[in-house]
């Protein structure tokens, strides 16, 4: 591993790079863990059993056939060290004296100094710090430096003074580390002033560190070290990430900072936007205004996408905390910038990239609607790429108008298939429109068939009042509402049938793909199918038609109510203070801040929709287990796989 900003890269050692350092022809070999162990011996602990599978993941069947604790008493741990050396006997550190066993801090070997590290806070013998100072400030190794330090920090014995020799240490790992644990220590000024300097330090760990920290900080000057780094290096992701972590209490100022300089243009658009959203979350009730004041002079039209995209960031804080444009004059400075976007949205000789930033600002302006709408409509049936109709689809979400549902419908025979299933997406979400959605279901205009599987499913758990009426709709359509057993007894003959891969991988590709990953296919949505290649068709037939019969944790789906009347479902991808991430079929992303939330229910049900099986026959399900079990190997994994000995 070296050192890559404010993180690492790996690469394969020299003499691994076409083998690991250890494999066995055995295939029942598990290595779990590798460590140095206390001697400094390599330590690799083996499972060593035939089956790893939870039972859960195996048929009945299967099972019968299967010794399920076959090595369970197999278990060992292999020692490797070099032939012309013996390791040392491990020591019993409770039988060491305590200032030996502080003096053993000082040690090589990691392993050793974390048993010391625990045995010292075990004791929790005060006495011992002023040793473990000692080496805190003259150890010849970093490390050992560092671990004194969190020793102190672990005996409640660190102090002001150990603590500025470590801000201070020519080792830049040491000066973060001394950073995190001075973070309950910043009363004392020597340190608040070190802190300070140390947003100039030349390492990039040490300022990454510092950013992560200065939100522990309610000082206002946390708030200039902030911009300092963001000055230095905001080009770097990760500590954007971390000054935006430590925003909380600062994002304000930072922002009034940054706006009288020439910084802020400098840093990348959905940067500021998270910062502003930051701002205008805070319980400052006038938050919104300084906001707008310090950033008024940079949001005027450009060629650019980088003010509209800040404006719409500006725009979505606003909805959040209840604010309208026609009741805030002071929005009205934004009067420009909304009259250009709706030229650039109309615009078709404009730069996709500014449209779609400029779309994001329609949808907003009440006294508008129509005119946003129409040049929406236009946009639809247009010939636009996939990024700008996903824009014109947001803008359009962002009206509670209930009469947009019917309006879109008017023209459904105009769209392409892919847009009629994104509209439908849409239109599902609110249920201002599911009744036109469901209007044009009964008419004969929407084909049963054109909704999704998911689709189906939100549709008619949505609103009891509408469960009926669907099921109705559902049935004349040709649709099923039989049991999950009895539609895998329908396709039992499946599996006496012979697959097609070929016709298989189709199937997989129109049915699957939108949130599985098979090969070099697909979206990385839920489980990659590789891991299914050796189950039995049993198996695959019982994933396919019954996915809620075993759903696992981290695949559980969620349906979200928003503030807004938005219904939003799918998995739970990313979670920090301020937001969460969905992860819906497709891999699409929805980011919703937790001052948004309604509501949060986890679903007893897999983001897998039952019913996949309509519109199938038990020859197609051969055809995709067939693709799943014998699906062709990617180009070179043969070739690749012939290196390795273990399967």
Excluded at 249 to 269: E, F, G, V
Excluded at 435 to 450: C, F, K
């Amino acid at each position: 591993m070296s050192e890559e900003g404010a993180t690492f890269k790996a690469l394969r050692a020299a003499d691994e790079a076409q083998s690991e350092f250890l494999a066995l022809s055995d295939n029942w070999f598990r290595p779990v863990q590798v460590r140095t162990g206390p001697d400094g011996a390599l330590w690799i602990v083996d499972m060593y059993r035939f089956v790893v599978e939870h039972p859960r993941w195996i048929t009945p069947e299967r099972m019968k056939e299967l010794d399920l604790r076959a090595g369970a008493d197999f278990g060992r741990i292999y020692r490797v060290y070099p032939r012309a050396k013996t390791p040392p006997a491990i020591r019993d550190l409770t039988m060491l004296s305590l200032q030996d066993l502080a003096q053993s801090l000082d040690h090589l070997n990691g392993t050793e100094r974390d048993r010391v590290h625990q045995e010292l806070l075990r004791r929790n013998d005060p006495s011992v710090a002023s040793v473990v100072r000692t080496i805190a400030r003259t150890s010849a190794r970093p490390a050992s430096r560092v671990q004194a330090l969190a020793v102190l920090d672990g005996l409640r014995s660190v102090d002001a003074e150990v603590l500025l020799a470590a801000l201070r240490d020519a080792n830049p790992e040491v000066r973060a580390h001394a950073i995190r644990i001075s973070e309950n220590f910043l009363t004392n000024s020597a340190i608040a002033d070190a802190w300070l300097k140390l947003a100039g330090d030349p390492s990039l760990r040490v300022r990454y560190q510092l950013a992560l920290s200065l939100g522990q900080w309610s000082d206002a000057r946390a708030a200039a070290a902030l911009g300092a780094l963001l000055s230095r290096e905001g080009s770097d992701p990760w500590l954007r990430a971390a000054v935006l972590s430590s925003a909380g209490p600062h994002a304000l100022a930072i922002i009034r900072n940054l706006a009288a300089t020439s910084i802020l243009k400098r840093l990348p658009a959905e940067f500021i936007g998270d910062l502003v959203a930051t701002a205008l979350a805070s319980d400052e009730k006038l938050a919104w205004q300084e906001v707008l004041t310090s950033l008024a002079p940079m949001l005027v039209p450009a060629a650019e996408a980088w003010p509209f995209i800040v404006t719409s960031r500006l725009l979505d804080g606003l909805e959040r905390k209840g604010i309208k444009l026609a009741s805030a004059p002071e929005a009205t400075r934004l009067s420009p910038m909304l009259d250009r976007a709706r030229d650039l949205a109309a615009d078709s000789s404009a730069k996709d990239i500014t449209r779609e930033a400029a779309l994001n600002l329609l949808g907003r302006d009440a006294g508008r609607e129509k005119e946003e709408r129409a040049i929406l409509k236009n946009l639809l049936v247009g010939s636009v790429s996939s990024s700008l109709t996903k824009a014109v689809l947001d803008a359009l979400e962002r009206s509670r108008d209930p009469g947009l549902g019917d309006d879109l419908l008017a023209d459904w025979t105009r769209y392409p298939p892919s847009l009629r299933s994104a509209l439908i997406e849409r239109l599902s979400r609110r249920k201002e429109w599911t009744a036109s959605l469901e209007n044009g279901i009964e008419s004969g205009r929407i084909v049963w068939s054109e909704l999704s599987a998911e689709q189906r499913q939100r549709l008619m758990r949505s609103d009891p009042r509408f469960q009926d009426r669907l099921q109705a709709i559902g049935a004349l359509a040709g649709s099923s509402n039989q049991s999950r057993a009895e539609a895998i007894q329908q396709f039992e003959a499946s599996l006496n049938l012979s697959g097609d891969p070929a016709r298989g991988r189709k199937l997989f590709q129109a049915l699957c793909a939108n949130c599985h990953r098979f090969h070099d296919e697909g979206s990385s949505v839920g489980p990659n199918l590789l891991g299914l290649t050796d189950k039995s068709g049993r198996f695959l037939l019982t994933a396919i038609l019954d996915p809620n019969a075993a759903v696992e944790g981290r695949y559980t789906s969620y349906a979200v109510e928003l503030r807004d009347g938005r219904s939003l479902s799918g998995l739970i991808a990313e979670e920090t203070p301020l937001s969460l991430v969905l992860l819906n079929a497709g891999g699409a992303r929805d980011t919703v801040m937790r001052s948004e939330l309604q509501e949060i229910r986890a679903s007893k049900l897999s983001l897998m929709p039952e019913g996949l099986e309509a519109n199938l026959k038990p020859q197609d399900l051969a055809d995709l287990i067939a693709y799943i079990q014998k699906g062709p190997p990617e180009a070179g994994e043969e070739a690749a796989a012939a290196k390795w000995s273990i399967s």
